[in-house]
């Protein structure tokens, strides 16, 4: 753990909170249609090795981009986004919109089995995390603040995400 994570992170959360996320919604994912992925497991010391700092530090240890700086920000080709950690598809650019808060936003995941949603309660918010089925590594949150027809807004830190364009797929 970093001494000064909490310091750090606490403007961002702040600014996070800012963005218009209020009351997160109910976690909605059932995965009920699909079986989950097989979990991938690694030790600390393997995800350290495997990932650049920044990936290591918002997949591993929950952090958050700074506003404004990742790279899947304002991306619009269309494809396939995936896990950084673990390759595991998460989310398609068919469902990505710009909320105009500075990180990459989905109304919906690729597959409902695709995410997990877990309640989080860190930095004096009330929030919906959003982490990777398969790896387990964060992502973001979701908040209920998203357009129609899901309402939701999967606020995703670019430095989580790998991205596939579908002219390889
Ligand atoms: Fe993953």
Redesign the pocket.
């Known amino acids: 753990m970093f001494p000064h994570r909490s310091a750090f992170l606490a403007p961002l959360a702040a600014l996070l909170g800012a963005c218009g996320g209020t009351a997160p919604p109910p976690p909605t994912q059932t995965a009920a249609q699909e079986p989950a992925p097989t979990p991938l497991m690694k030790a600390d010391a393997e995800w350290k090795t495997a990932l650049t700092p920044e990936q290591y530090f918002v997949l591993r240890q929950k952090g958050t981009e700074r506003a404004g700086t990742g790279k899947y920000d304002k991306h619009l080709e269309p494809g396939t986004y995936v896990?950084a950690?673990?390759g595991?598809e998460l989310f398609v650019s068919d469902s990505k919109f710009d909320a105009g808060c500075g990180w990459p936003s989905f109304s919906s995941p690729a597959t409902p089995a695709g995410v997990k949603e877990n309640p989080d309660a860190s930095h004096g918010m009330v929030r919906t995390e959003v982490t990777?089925a398969?790896?387990g590594?964060h992502l973001g949150h979701v908040f209920d603040d998203g357009p129609a027809p899901t309402g939701l807004r999967y606020c995703i830190n670019s430095a989580a995400l790998g991205f596939k364009p579908k002219s390889s797929k």
């Open positions: 896990c950690g673990c595991h990777c398969k790896c590594g």
